[in-house]
Nanobody, 121 residues
Framework: QVQLVESGGGSVQAGGSLRLSCAASGYTPYCMAWFRQAPGKEREWVATIDSAGSGYADSVKGRFTISKDNAKNSLYLQMNSLKPEDTAMYYC??????????????????WGKGTLVTISS
């Protein structure tokens, strides 16, 4: 059974940092991603990582870093210079492909339950 479990969310002030983690079990994913959903808004892509490299949404580029530890079957998101508009539930996602080949959330078959990030001004 495939499971993705996020952790590391919390409340910090603007300008602060958080590191999110996602532990995968049931298989070793090569394509993994972070998405987020703010209150009253649609879910949006944040970052992806696969065998070719990583990619970021423009809104987080230069502030967030996605990484993966295949030995630990874990995904991470280092978030620096956080802004109030980063407040959202953050979700880990994966798909059974070597390359993500897109950022549409419908491509990803496996999802975690999310971890809440709250940034105060």
């Amino acid at each position: 059974q495939v499971q993705l479990v996020e952790s590391g969310g919390g409340s910090v002030q603007a300008g602060g940092s958080l590191r999110l983690s996602c532990a995968a079990s049931g298989y070793t994913p090569y394509c993994m991603a972070w998405f987020r959903q703010a209150p009253g808004k649609e879910r949006e892509w944040v970052a992806t990582i696969d065998s070719a490299g990583s990619g970021y949404a423009d809104s987080v580029k230069g502030r967030f870093t996605i990484s993966k530890d295949n030995a630990k079957n874990s995904l991470y998101l280092q978030m620096n210079s956080l802004k109030p508009e980063d407040t959202a539930m953050y979700y880990c996602a994966s798909r059974r492909t070597t390359y993500c080949a897109g950022t549409y959330d419908g491509l990803f078959g496996y999802w975690g339950k999310g971890t809440l990030v709250t940034i105060s001004s």
